[in-house]
Each structure stands twice: as C-alpha cells, then as structure tokens.
C-alpha cells in the first residue's frame, strides 16, 4: 500500500529529472553531478567577469569624489563588491543601489568616513535593514525609485537623482555625485 505510493512516486520523480536531463533514469544522478559541476564552472565565470566590468567601472570614477550608481537586480555580494571597487577609486563616498520597484539592495562605502548616522536615517526614511562597519554598509531598502512618492528624485535639470531625504546626510551625499545606470554582465 504506502511503499508501494511511495515508491511509485519516487520513480515517478526520477522519470521525470531523466527526462528534463535527457539521460536515462538509471543515470540522472550523474547528469545532476555534471550540471552542478557546469553551473560552478558558469558562476565563477560570471563572478570573473563582474570583476572586471567593476574594475573598469572603479576606473572611470578614479579621483571623481561622491559616487551614486543605480544598477539592474544583482546579489548582495556583487553590490558589495561593485561598491567596494569605486568606493577603493572614487576618493569619496559611494553608493550602490541594485533593485527594481520597490526591493532594493545598497552598499555605501566611504574610506575614513563613518557611515552609521547616514545608515540610520536611510533606513528609517526608505523602510531598510541593514549596517555594518563605520567605513562600509550595507543592506536593503523597500522604496520605489521613480514616480509620484518615489524615493530618489531629481535635483532640477538633468542632475543625477539622489535620495530622498535623509537627514543631514543628503548635501554632503548630493555633491559631487555622478549617476551611471547600465546592466550588469551576470547576476547570479
């Protein structure tokens, strides 16, 4: 009765894996193995690849002062690092924001500074969660963008959009700043 349901199922489930991997059923474990191995090899391409679009990124804004980027959807590791890599350059503070509609992830990084005020007030004006060190911070905001209430408006003209208000925070983060919204390589 049931080991026989369970069993049935089971097979059930492996015709179904052997057949989305083209193999037998008798050899999907070594398919999955196989795929598992060729989604790593693809990961740490990707992750070579980011590195250097960052790199060329932290390059262009060498020596350019406060940074603000808008970015597609990616991990919260590739924000960090993106952050990190022009925050390194940029000789002030940088800002990352990675997202679309109201979910978005943020590195901020500064060298020397200390962020914990400015992290404060950005969480309690967007609906965030996140910290860190003095230096680097990170984590995630639940605000829209563009639009009616949206929480990165223009500053008049074409200037960059920047956070909405945040404190005290906002003069010293809107000078200076550069916007540059492109679409990664990989987000994995």
């Given at each position: 009765?049931?080991?026989?349901?369970?069993?049935?199922?089971?097979?059930?489930?492996?015709?179904?894996?052997?057949?989305?991997?083209?193999v037998k059923?008798?050899?999907?474990?070594?398919?999955?193995?196989?795929l598992?191995?060729?989604?790593?090899?693809?990961?740490?391409?990707?992750?070579?690849?980011?590195?250097?679009?960052f790199?060329?990124?932290?390059?262009?804004?060498?020596?350019?002062?406060?940074?603000?980027?808008?970015e597609?959807?990616?991990?919260?590791?590739?924000?960090?690092?993106l952050?990190?890599a022009?925050?390194e350059?940029?000789g002030?503070r940088?800002?990352?924001?990675?997202?679309?509609?109201?979910a978005?992830?943020?590195a901020?990084?500064q060298?020397?500074?200390?962020?914990?005020?400015?992290?404060?007030?950005?969480?309690?004006?967007?609906?965030?969660?996140?910290?860190?060190?003095?230096?680097?911070?990170?984590?995630?905001?639940?605000?829209?963008?563009?639009?009616?209430?949206?929480?990165?408006e223009p500053?008049?003209?074409?200037?960059?959009?920047v956070?909405a208000?945040?404190?005290?925070?906002?003069?010293?983060?809107?000078?200076?700043?550069?916007?540059?919204p492109?679409?990664?390589?990989?987000?994995?």
């Amino acid at each position: 009765g049931r080991a026989y349901r369970y069993l049935s199922a089971c097979w059930a489930q492996d015709v179904a894996a052997a057949q989305a991997l083209s193999v037998k059923p008798t050899a999907s474990a070594a398919a999955v193995e196989r795929l598992q191995g060729e989604l790593s090899a693809l990961k740490l391409r990707c992750a070579k690849l980011e590195e250097s679009v960052f790199a060329g990124v932290a390059a262009r804004y060498a020596g350019s002062g406060d940074v603000l980027l808008f970015e597609d959807e990616m991990s919260g590791d590739s924000v960090r690092r993106l952050c990190d890599a022009v925050a390194e350059t940029c000789g002030g503070r940088c800002a990352v924001f990675a997202g679309a509609g109201s979910a978005w992830k943020y590195a901020i990084g500064q060298r020397g500074g200390d962020l914990r005020v400015l992290t404060k007030e950005l969480n309690a004006a967007l609906s965030g969660r996140g910290g860190g060190k003095p230096e680097f911070v990170q984590g995630s905001v639940g605000a829209e963008r563009e639009g009616k209430g949206g929480a990165f408006e223009p500053r008049g003209g074409n200037a960059a959009p920047v956070p909405a208000v945040i404190g005290n925070e906002v003069p010293r983060l809107q000078r200076g700043i550069q916007v540059e919204p492109r679409t990664m390589l990989c987000s994995p």
